[in-house]
């Protein structure tokens, strides 16, 4: 299905372009925190397909045209990368990976998935009728489940920890946090937010974090030539010690030191709002002057 703006003449030429062979796959079902990767058939490929994944729910049709909604990620099919090169190769088939590993495929969410349903969908750029960006659909979109296993759910609830190794600091003294995360996964983090903040954390911003894995905010992705660096880690521990201070904080609310009063620390799983998974230690930080 075409998106409702596309011209008649465009119309006509991508019905042409356009076959039954062209589809796009997917596992079903994929684990939190795993690759998700998608094949994808076009006859008469361009260098502007690519594959997208939306947010889906049971009534949500797997043909209508997903392109005036958020998208959360995305690949291009011509070379698996998020901006095309100077000298792209259009391709008739293959597969494209999500897995947070630079180039970035991260749109409006970052890696990892986050647990819930959506749809894959093999799109193309265009324009419509005023010259504004539009996106055809090639052919229906295919569902996918992020799950989270209540097993894992129950391990992080029950087994996982997190503590600042001292619950009092002086103002800009560095300071560590140990956490045991029981299942490690990529860009997981370790938060600090004011209590009151704390409460209802979908609408503020912490202030103050770093990467469990990287022990800063900077990730551990290699910057190219032809393509922009993401700030993701990849790398994954399950437990250890992370340390704040002024070589490895900011991209927060609050750049170092945190001022002067009482904080709240958490272990968060997820990379994305809500961050609803999460391990909170039992005693607050405190800084003092």
């Given at each position: ?9 465009l ?16 596992k ?22 690519w ?12 043909s ?8 959360m ?15 792209p ?31 894959v ?6 324009t ?5 960006e ?8 295919v569902?996918?489940?992020?799950k989270?296993?209540?097993k ?12 600042a ?30 209590p ?33 660096k ?25 750049d170092w ?9 958490r272990?968060?799983?997820?990379n ?16 003092v002057?």
């Open positions: 299905m075409l998106n409702a703006k596309t011209t008649l003449p119309l006509l030429v991508n019905l042409l372009a356009v076959t039954a062979d062209t589809s796009v796959n997917v079903s079902q994929i684990a939190f925190g795993k690759p998700v990767v998608a094949s994808f058939v076009v006859d008469n490929p361009t260098t502007k397909d594959i997208g994944i939306y947010r889906s729910s049971t009534k949500d049709s797997l209508t045209n997903p392109f005036d909604r958020d998208e990620f995305f690949v291009y099919t011509c070379n698996g990368r998020q901006e095309i090169p100077l000298d190769t259009a391709m008739t088939n293959g597969t494209v990976r999500f897995n947070g590993v630079d180039p970035s495929e991260e749109y409006y969410n970052q890696w990892p998935i986050s647990p819930r349903k959506y749809k969908c093999l799109m193309r750029e265009s419509d009728e005023n010259g504004d539009a996106g055809e659909l090639l052919a229906d979109c569902p996918l489940k992020i989270l296993a209540r894992k759910r129950n391990r992080i609830k029950n087994k996982a920890q997190v503590y190794l001292k619950t009092e600091v002086k103002f800009d003294e560095p300071f560590q946090v140990y956490f045991n995360q029981k299942f490690p996964v990529p860009n997981s983090s370790i938060m600090i937010y004011r009151g903040d704390a409460l209802d954390i979908a609408g503020v911003n912490e202030a103050m974090w770093v990467y469990t894995g990287c022990d800063n905010v900077l990730g551990d992705q290699v910057s190219h030539p032809a393509y922009s993401s700030n993701d880690c990849r790398k994954k521990r399950r437990k250890g010690t992370v340390n704040f201070n002024a070589t490895n904080t900011g991209r927060a609310d609050i030191p945190l001022p002067v009063g009482e904080y709240v620390v272990l968060e799983y997820y994305n709002r809500p961050q609803a998974l999460y391990k909170q230690a039992k005693i607050n930080l405190k800084v002057a």
